[in-house]
């Protein structure tokens, strides 16, 4: 069985990397293999028609578009929004666990143990340069219900720009002017990159073969990831321009752009998109692009290099550009240093034996139509009823003519003659038929009443229903986010790393995160060197999960601190890490790094270098970690050379006080308490009013108390003691 090792294949000097990837479609294999991938990659696309079909009748759910599903056609064409109501909310509450408050969205683990702050800042900023929070996210999330797949390209994108800068240019002294300096304009030109997140629709990709697990899997299988793109003749120019496209081929295209007839037939639902917001999108000709990556066998230039040797093939991910019509623009090897496929595809529900899973609105769609003919009815119904019918005999009624509609009217007509009739009350029964639809429709994309704004309620609901509501909420939210976490972001941040990596060469002047948390100061970070190995997780769903927990996490410190040393010999008890993890969950970043601060972000000074601020009149503060006896000592010495002088010996004699104070407290620390003391395990006292007695968890109040909705089960209850029990305790 082959060891996985390290082979030095090639070394490539600057010069070599500024030139890009060539394209390989010169090569007579390559174009053989070529003509079959593109055979391929046509059938596969027209395997999926079905789906593709069923996902644009889902969006018109989502975007609530009557289609010819309808059975009912009369003259209401109401749309409810149950299913678009039910997935916003979905959205909303995903994309709410996803990113913590706390703003700390990575973990990441190295192999000497250190915490990479630069490399988690990096990725912190890129975070929010690629606005996954507000537009990445959001759109993902509804993609992912509407299609029932998570699907995400990731690349970078370079945005240049022509700045001007005022300067002042000096005048020269030997010149004899006596004028000011002057002004002038520098000119430059700035480059800025950044990693580019486009959510991709499932209509516009295609896996092959249909059944691999992954993406990574059906590309070992030598199957083939393709999209559709759409490009115009500016995108093909910029393509061309960067090497993304080969050159010659490229301006072909170009040059005849206007003759190019052949279309892929899927429908461009960013178009749709649009043109349902009522903006008519024309404009320029744009042509369809197959973008597919595969691994094709290409010659080892390296080892064909020798005389009288036969060149040797190796399979190499490659990017492959190719139209309709059969034409070639572009196949160049992996241009990323990582060499991995820039496309991030999981399902919504894993389905075992298929790389896409089921719409979550396929199971909503035929609650939704008749949820949207019993209203559309019962609308009707409601018109026929606000205008009653009048039934009278002509013959026995000659004055139809004056029978008008009118307040105080007068007909002139028998009674016996004349009836009104009210149609029936229909519009009631069919909302009843609408709000069972929605309740199916809610329980099937597991949204809680809780999630949706509610009005109208016949019933109040318990706060004991609320609480089993919110438990369930958060299971099935908690389930929900994990494939995101695993499958989406987690490799994207490592994209990001890698991206930096290859791509950006200058400092970048970003917001700098510590230990706990954002700091108030940025920091310019070089560009990275991957030295050590990296292993990122996206942490933002954890910290979001673990929140309810930190209820348990305060009663098991309480039940921790009053176990003797006795009873866990070869351990030793540290609560500082927990107690940091609670303050953070608490208080959020900015009050946690001034509410508990790590002792070594404030590191003890030596006592000479105290006596000279102290004489320039500064206020310190003594530091634990301080040798209170050395330090009295030498500032003992500086008061004695002042001879009196004042505030410098007030500084001094204060800063000595606070030394005596501090050394009083930790000779009071070293001393063991006694058990038996009140508030000590074993003690038979009360306690200290306001703190649990240590060494048990708190007990549950008596029957009738109740938890606030949302907490875990089994937690303590929490109630207002009594007056004459706190003077009890006070005393």
């Known amino acids: ?31 053989e293999q070529l003509s079959k991938l593109l055979t391929s ?135 004899g002017e006596v004028k000011r300096n002057k002004d002038a304009l520098i000119h430059e030109h700035v480059v800025d990159g950044a990693p580019d997140v486009e959510v991709l629709s499932d209509n516009d990709l295609c896996v092959l073969p249909a059944t691999s697990d992954s993406i990574d899997d059906a590309l070992a299988a030598g199957g083939s990831v393709s999209i559709i793109r759409r490009w115009s003749k500016a995108k093909l120019e910029g393509l061309i321009e960067d090497g993304t496209l080969d050159k010659e081929a490229g301006e072909s295209l170009v040059e005849h752009m206007e003759d190019v007839a052949n279309k892929i037939g899927r429908k461009n639902r960013k178009k749709d998109q649009v043109e349902g917001q009522g903006i008519k999108v024309g404009g320029g000709k744009e042509v369809d692009v197959y973008e597919t990556w595969v691994r094709l066998k290409v010659k080892d230039k390296d080892r064909s290099k020798g005389k009288g040797k036969k060149a040797k093939t190796k399979r190499r991910l490659c990017q492959v550009f190719m139209r309709e019509d059969g034409v070639f623009l572009g196949c160049r090897e992996n241009p990323y240093w990582n060499d991995k496929c820039p496309v991030l595809s999981v399902p919504v529900v894993k389905i075992g034996g298929s790389t896409k899973g089921d719409p979550r ?29 009048t039934m009278t005999d002509p013959e026995k009624n000659p004055r139809v003519a ?8 007068i007909w002139e007509t028998s009674p016996n003659d004349t009836k009104i009739v009210e149609f029936p009350q229909l519009w009631e029964q069919g909302f009843s038929i609408a709000g069972q639809c929605r309740d199916v429709i809610m329980q099937v994309l597991s949204v809680s ?7 109208g309620q016949k019933k109040k609901p318990t706060q004991a229903e609320l609480a089993n509501e919110q438990q369930v909420d958060v299971l099935t939210t908690a389930d929900a986010v994990t494939v995101l976490e695993e499958g989406i972001l987690s490799p994207l941040v490592q994209w990001f790393v890698d991206l930096d990596y290859q791509f950006r060469d200058r400092d970048l002047i970003i917001k700098k995160y510590g230990k706990m948390g954002m700091q108030a100061n940025v920091q310019a970070v070089q560009p990275l060197q991957m030295q050590e190995r990296y292993e990122f997780r996206w942490l933002g769903v954890e910290a979001a999960r673990n929140a309810q927990q930190v209820q348990q996490q305060i009663a098991m410190m309480n039940v921790l601190r009053g176990v003797p040393p006795q009873f866990y010999p070869g351990y030793s008890l540290n609560l500082g890490p927990a107690i940091a993890q609670m303050v953070e969950a608490g208080f959020g970043p900015r009050l946690a790094q001034l509410t508990f601060t790590p002792l070594a972000d404030n590191l003890s000074q030596p006592p000479m270098q105290e006596n000279e601020m102290l004489v320039e009149g500064f206020d310190l503060e003594v530091h634990a970690l301080d040798n209170d006896q050395d330090h009295m000592f030498q500032h003992l010495s500086a008061l004695a050379s002042l001879h009196g002088q004042e505030p410098a010996t007030t500084a001094i004699r204060t800063h000595m006080q606070k030394h005596q104070e501090q050394m009083v407290k930790k000779k009071m620390a070293q001393q063991p308490q006694q058990p038996g003391q009140p508030g000590t395990p074993g003690g038979s006292g009360q306690g200290v009013p306001g703190q649990p007695r240590p060494g048990a968890m708190p007990m549950r109040n008596p029957t009738g108390g109740q938890n606030p909705a949302g907490s875990i089960p089994g937690q303590p209850q929490t109630t207002q003691r009594s007056g004459r029990e706190a003077r009890g305790n006070a005393a």
């Open 361 to 389: 609105l396929k199971f909503c769609a035929d609650p939704q139509y008749s949820a949207n003919d019993a209203v559309n009815l019962a609308f009707d119904s409601a018109m026929y009823s606000l205008n009653p019918i």
């Open 402 to 409: 004056s029978m008008v509609l009118s307040m105080a009217a």
């Open 41 to 175: 990659v046509q059938k596969g696309y027209q395997d999926s028609i079905e789906r593709a079909d069923a996902i644009t009748d889902y969006w018109d759910i989502y975007n609530c578009k009557l289609n010819e599903h309808q059975f009912y056609s009369g003259n209401s064409k109401m749309y409810l929004p149950l299913a678009h109501n039910a997935v916003n909310a979905r959205k909303t509450r995903f994309t709410n666990q996803i990113f913590p408050q706390s703003k700390r969205h990575v973990e990441v683990l190295t192999t000497d143990g250190t915490l990479p702050e630069a490399v988690i800042s990096v990725v912190e900023h890129y975070i929010g340069a690629t606005r996954l929070r507000t537009q990445v996210m959001p759109a993902l999330c509804v993609n992912g219900d509407v299609e029932g797949q998570y699907s995400l390209y990731v690349g970078w994108k370079r945005i240049e720009r022509r700045i001007k800068r005022r300067v002042q240019i000096p005048i020269d002294p030997n010149s």
């Open 449 to 455: 009443p809780a999630a949706i704004t509610q009005t």
């Open 1 to 31: 069985m082959a060891k996985d090792s390290l082979e030095v294949i090639n070394i490539e000097y600057p010069d070599d990397i500024e030139q890009g990837t060539p394209h390989l479609l010169d090569d007579e294999d390559i174009q």
